[in-house]
Nanobody
Framework: QVQLVESGGGSVQAGGSLRLSCTAS??????????MGWFRQGLGKEREGVAV???????TYADSVKGRFTISKDNAKNTLYLEMNVLNSEDTAMYYC?????????????????????WGQGTQVTVSS
């Protein structure tokens, strides 16, 4: 059973930056055999995909965060990251880390939200203007 624990959320002013981390444990096989991603859910909104990263490290981003957010992972540390820059109020949400076993390319962030098998508890990001 894969367990995911997010950290790094907080309050920041518009234009600021945050880095989220997600530490994973309980992998079946190796850490590289998973599609992983970051997702978010704002108050009263549906959960949406932010960014995903394939087992080979290839990232895909939602249009709303391209050029501002960077997803990466450290397989040796079993940790997924999300570097968020130029934050704005629209980025305010609970951010979740998720994973699914896969040797293939991740689905798009929009589709991945429906197929990820393991989810963390989330970390809150609040951006004030």
């Amino acid at each position: 059973q894969v367990q995911l624990v997010e950290s790094g959320g907080g309050s920041v002013q518009a234009g600021g930056s945050l880095r989220l981390s997600c530490t994973a444990s309980g992998y079946s096989g190796t850490a590289t055999n998973y599609c992983m991603g970051w997702f978010r859910q704002g108050l009263g909104k549906e959960r949406e995909g932010v960014a995903v990263i394939d087992s080979d490290g290839s990232p895909t981003y939602a249009d709303s965060v391209k050029g501002r957010f960077t997803i990466s992972k450290d397989n040796a540390k079993n940790t997924l990251y999300l570097e968020m820059n130029v934050l704005n109020s629209e980025d305010t949400a609970m951010y979740y880390c998720a994973a699914k076993p896969s040797l293939w390319a991740c689905p798009s962030p929009r589709r991945s939200v429906h197929v990820m098998g393991y989810w963390g508890q989330g970390t809150q990001v609040t951006v004030s203007s």
